[in-house]
């Protein structure tokens, strides 16, 4: 496993739409909503989050939208969604294209203490994470 040094987070517990949430991330230089495209960021993103008093145990925007029910999941930079990875969605999900769910979020699962990938619909309001 390799860690990036250079991978900083800031956590927004402000509610807003995955839009909203993305557009607010870009407002600085280098940042966006961030983006689980390797499993020790998955990691790295809920050991903070449960170990932050007050930050654990919500539902955040992270980086991943699909334009419509028959197209692939993509980050915002054009890349696939590795949807092999299987162990980081949510118990199924993603869910059924006909939910219309086309954003991507990190939900947390109480059952088992984890957060997982999960799909939902964009003008959902959640708190957000911002890498840099």
């Not at 769910?101 to 939902?120: E, F, H, P, W």
Request: charged share 30%; net charge negative.
């Amino acid at each position: 496993m390799q860690l990036d040094v250079n991978f900083r987070l800031q956590i927004y517990t402000t509610e807003k739409n995955q839009t909203e949430a993305e557009l607010d991330c870009r407002r600085e230089p280098n940042r966006h909503l961030v983006i689980f495209d390797e499993e020790w960021k998955i990691n790295a993103v809920e050991s903070t989050l449960m170990l932050c008093t007050g930050y654990h145990l919500k539902d955040y925007w992270i980086d991943g939208t699909r334009q419509n029910i028959l197209t692939d999941w993509k980050f915002t930079d054009g890349r696939n969604i590795p949807m092999a990875q299987t162990t980081f969605w949510h118990m199924d999900n993603p869910d059924s294209p006909n939910k219309n769910k086309s954003c991507l979020r990190l939900k947390y699962r109480g059952t088992v203490d984890r957060y997982r990938l999960d799909d939902r619909k964009c003008d959902v309001l959640n708190p957000y994470i911002c890498e840099y």
